[in-house]
């Protein structure tokens, strides 16, 4: 029998920016089997993205979009707002036609949708390119995360409009599918993984700290969900109570909370030198490696919780916020990682406080979450995920390919 020629997926983000989806699809897309998948990225926009993707040699083309369009924040989608967008509604339809017409021109098989903005114009495009479209959703669909007019129109399209869609846990199937997936649909967990080459990292051995005071990080954009403030309570805290550590936040804000950064500053100050901020770093591997403990802090359930399997593979221990896909993360708490109450700040320094008292807890816990990243959370997966999809939606019982 023949072997079957590779699906051609055209992969769409209205963004070039290099944020959480963005990094998670680079990872996905340097693993693909490309003889089963060859994968081709449309962006919207111009930007570090495309250079990432290009350097890695991934075929990728810009298709601007108006930026008044690419630019709507989702803050901005309630009832009154969604009828006045309504006045980029041609402009959104006339760039559908282009994706659909880029699409049949390069034998696309399917519209893969990175992005929610792309969710959108996709399924325009799959409907004039007479394509299957797959959403991958990578956020909680919930008022939590956008206006509830929003959130109703998102999940129903949910349910009629792609013909698949890949989420990253559980936690963001159920907020998309509050009463459960719909008979006839399909809807997939696929994990996030790590590239090959963010898991070069040696089991972890020392059962001590390899700083002196230990050093404890936080990694992420600077934004108030995120939970920095707690972080900086938390140290407050085991500064009151006599125990030594020093403690890092990395990470810019992107979207205008320059003042919450600067409230974060103003909680540090009592902290003096043992508080450093180091704004936004492209190397993170390297500032894991020099961190002793590492913390995610968020105050709403996440998706998933990339920076928390980025720590675990680099034999880090691990304490995050108890909730969304974080818990599917940390399969035995306490065993590959610790969970604390969502802004509980009190809580996290008795876990904090736990963990810089006792170093050979802290190792274990370490080489529990190193071995669970290496065994569920690999880019190998996510991509050999996506092609197990492709070849549910695409091949006939016979074997042949739809078109």
């Given at each position: 029998?023949?072997?079957?020629t590779p699906?051609t997926?055209?992969?769409?983000?209205h963004?070039?920016k290099w944020s959480?989806g963005?990094i998670a699809l680079?990872?996905?897309?340097?693993?693909v089997?490309?003889?089963?998948?060859?994968?081709?990225v449309?962006?919207a926009?111009?930007?570090?993205?495309?250079?990432r993707?290009?350097?890695?040699?991934?075929?990728?083309?810009?298709?601007p979009l108006s930026?008044?369009?690419r630019?709507?924040?989702k803050d901005?989608?309630?009832a009154?707002?969604?009828i006045?967008?309504?006045g980029?509604?041609?402009?959104?339809?006339?760039?559908?036609?282009?994706?659909a017409?880029f699409a049949?021109q390069h034998g696309?098989?399917a519209?893969?949708?990175?992005s929610?903005?792309s969710?959108?114009?996709?399924?325009l495009?799959?409907?004039?390119?007479?394509l299957?479209?797959v959403?991958?959703?990578?956020?909680?669909i919930d008022?939590?995360?956008?206006?509830?007019p929003?959130v109703k129109l998102?999940?129903a399209?949910?349910?009629?409009?792609?013909?698949a869609?890949?989420?990253?846990s559980?936690s963001t199937?159920?907020k998309?599918?509050?009463g459960?997936?719909?008979?006839g649909?399909?809807?997939v967990?696929?994990?996030?993984?790590?590239a090959?080459r963010e898991l070069?990292a040696?089991e972890?051995?020392?059962q001590?700290?390899?700083?002196?005071p230990?050093?404890?990080?936080?990694?992420?954009?600077?934004v108030?969900?995120?939970?920095?403030?707690?972080f900086l309570?938390?140290?407050?805290?085991?500064?009151?109570?006599?125990?030594s550590?020093r403690?890092?936040?990395v990470?810019?804000?992107?979207?205008?909370?320059?003042?919450?950064?600067?409230?974060l500053?103003?909680?540090a100050?009592?902290?003096?030198?043992?508080?450093?901020?180091?704004g936004?770093q492209?190397?993170?591997?390297?500032?894991l490696?020099?961190?002793d403990?590492?913390?995610?802090?968020?105050?709403t359930p996440?998706?998933?919780?990339q920076?928390?399997?980025e720590?675990m593979?680099?034999?880090?221990?691990?304490?995050?916020s108890?909730g969304?896909g974080?818990?599917e993360?940390?399969?035995t708490?306490?065993?590959?990682g610790?969970?604390?109450?969502?802004g509980n700040?009190p809580?996290?320094a008795d876990?904090?406080g736990?963990?810089?008292?006792?170093?050979?807890?802290?190792?274990?816990?370490a080489?529990?979450?190193?071995?669970r990243?290496r065994?569920?959370?690999?880019a190998?997966?996510?991509?050999?995920?996506l092609a197990d999809?492709?070849?549910r939606?695409?091949?006939?019982p016979?074997?042949?390919?739809e078109r």
């Amino acid at each position: 029998m023949a072997a079957l020629t590779p699906h051609t997926i055209v992969f769409l983000d209205h963004t070039a920016k290099w944020s959480g989806g963005e990094i998670a699809l680079l990872r996905t897309l340097e693993a693909v089997d490309r003889s089963r998948i060859n994968p081709i990225v449309v962006l919207a926009e111009d930007g570090p993205f495309r250079t990432r993707l290009e350097a890695a040699g991934i075929e990728t083309h810009v298709l601007p979009l108006s930026e008044k369009v690419r630019e709507i924040r989702k803050d901005s989608l309630g009832a009154a707002a969604i009828i006045g967008h309504l006045g980029t509604a041609i402009g959104l339809l006339r760039y559908a036609g282009k994706v659909a017409r880029f699409a049949r021109q390069h034998g696309a098989a399917a519209l893969h949708c990175n992005s929610l903005k792309s969710d959108f114009y996709g399924a325009l495009a799959g409907r004039v390119a007479h394509l299957p479209v797959v959403w991958h959703v990578r956020d909680h669909i919930d008022p939590n995360y956008l206006p509830d007019p929003a959130v109703k129109l998102f999940r129903a399209m949910a349910r009629s409009v792609p013909r698949a869609v890949v989420t990253n846990s559980d936690s963001t199937t159920e907020k998309l599918y509050p009463g459960g997936v719909p008979n006839g649909r399909i809807a997939v967990t696929i994990y996030d993984g790590l590239a090959d080459r963010e898991l070069t990292a040696p089991e972890p051995t020392a059962q001590t700290f390899r700083n002196d005071p230990p050093r404890v990080g936080m990694v992420g954009r600077i934004v108030e969900w995120k939970g920095q403030n707690i972080f900086l309570q938390a140290a407050l805290l085991l500064r009151e109570r006599g125990i030594s550590a020093r403690y890092v936040i990395v990470g810019a804000p992107l979207f205008g909370e320059q003042a919450f950064e600067a409230e974060l500053h103003r909680m540090a100050e009592p902290l003096g030198e043992s508080v450093e901020f180091l704004g936004f770093q492209s190397d993170v591997p390297a500032i894991l490696r020099n961190l002793d403990i590492l913390i995610h802090a968020s105050v709403t359930p996440e998706p998933f919780g990339q920076v928390v399997i980025e720590g675990m593979a680099e034999g880090l221990p691990v304490i995050a916020s108890d909730g969304g896909g974080v818990r599917e993360i940390m399969a035995t708490p306490g065993v590959d990682g610790m969970l604390t109450p969502m802004g509980n700040a009190p809580a996290l320094a008795d876990a904090l406080g736990e963990l810089l008292g006792d170093p050979l807890r802290a190792h274990q816990m370490a080489v529990g979450g190193w071995r669970r990243v290496r065994a569920a959370f690999t880019a190998r997966q996510t991509a050999s995920g996506l092609a197990d999809l492709y070849d549910r939606i695409l091949v006939t019982p016979s074997g042949t390919r739809e078109r």
